[in-house]
């Protein structure tokens, strides 16, 4: 029996291995074509409770293979944190989000970028920052936010409460992404100096259904407004959830009810009609 259980697990681990290498195979070979056919950015909108208005855009990167398939970032953001490719895939992100935030600049008021706690440590990820805002000059920095999650506090060898604040020194902002999942969310939002909280799903999906889901959502958005910052609810699929959330004061919702991560063609489709209407 343990030997069977041996076997199974070594077998998923070479499937596991056999996997990573793949997509790092893929991924260099991504990186090393025109990377805007290779790797796509697509977006996300995000609305304000409100009105509805699409406001903003999270940039979420998609890979195509050389077969034309599509994949997610969960096939390929692992290995790029392991290998380092994380950094050259990071600055396409940031450059491409930019590039579209500066095409719909009178349409949608910001875009947010995911920032990993790999680039975040490294060296050049400032001065790229800077260089890249001195490169669109039309764009207020504040229209830029940075999502980084939780374990850029734990993995990281640099001070990261330093390096956020000189990035916050350039005008951009920086959102607390995932948050509520990790292991010490309230240090977490008393050390960085950010300025929005993304609500992570898990507390967001099912609300309506659920006093105890309504209770940390209310606690969380009270929280944020004390401290003077705004808050995103992400993952709202349902029309009862919009209604909890909006009761709970919740200023901004994304998720696949207001649309799914989409083509650039396909989001500025959208802001067209989100401005007729
Ligand atoms: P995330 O930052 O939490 O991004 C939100 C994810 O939730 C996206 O998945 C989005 O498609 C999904 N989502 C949004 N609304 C809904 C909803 O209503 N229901 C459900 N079930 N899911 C929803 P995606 O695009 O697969 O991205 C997964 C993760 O990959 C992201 O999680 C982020 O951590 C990472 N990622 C994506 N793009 C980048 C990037 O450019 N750089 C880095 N470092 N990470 C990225
Ligand atoms: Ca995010
Ligand atoms: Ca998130």
């Known amino acids: 029996n343990g030997g069977n259980r041996m076997k199974v697990f070594s077998d998923q681990m070479r499937v596991a291995v056999h996997e990573r290498i793949a997509g790092e195979k893929l991924l260099r070979q991504a990186l090393d074509g025109d990377r ?20 903003g855009a999270e940039t979420l990167v998609r890979m195509r293979t050389p077969e034309g398939e599509i994949l997610g970032p969960n096939r390929f953001i692992p290995a790029a944190e392991e290998t380092g490719l994380i950094v050259p895939l990071g600055e396409h992100v940031l450059i491409e989000a930019l590039r579209h935030l500066v095409a719909w600049r009178h349409e949608l008021r910001y875009v947010s970028v995911n920032v990993s706690p790999r680039q975040l440590a ?24 940075l999502e980084i999650t939780e374990t850029a506090l734990l993995v990281s060898s640099v001070d990261v409460q330093e390096r956020l604040e000189t990035i916050k020194g ?31 799903r898990s507390f967001v999906a099912g609300l309506a259904d659920d006093p105890k889901k309504t209770s940390i959502i209310q606690a969380v958005l009270w929280l944020a407004r004390s401290l003077g910052m705004s808050a995103v609810a992400e993952g709202v699929e349902k ?36 401005r007729m209407a």
């Open 36 to 55: 805007r056919q290779t790797l796509p950015v697509w977006f996300q909108p995000i609305v304000s409770a409100a009105t509805g208005e699409v406001m």
């Open 122 to 145: 490294e060296p050049d990820f400032v001065p790229l920052l800077a260089d890249l805002l001195a490169a669109t000059p039309e764009l207020d920095p504040q229209r830029l936010i």
């Open 170 to 200: 350039l005008g951009v902002r920086i959102a607390l992404d995932d948050f509520g999942t990790g292991y010490s969310s309230l240090t977490w939002l008393q050390s960085v100096p950010a300025d929005v909280v993304k609500l992570d």
């Open 239 to 274: 029309e009862a959830d919009v209604a909890a959330l909006r009761e709970a004061g919740c200023p901004m919702l994304q998720g696949y009810l207001f649309g799914k991560p989409m083509p650039p063609e396909e989001f500025a489709a959208r802001l067209q009609r989100s």
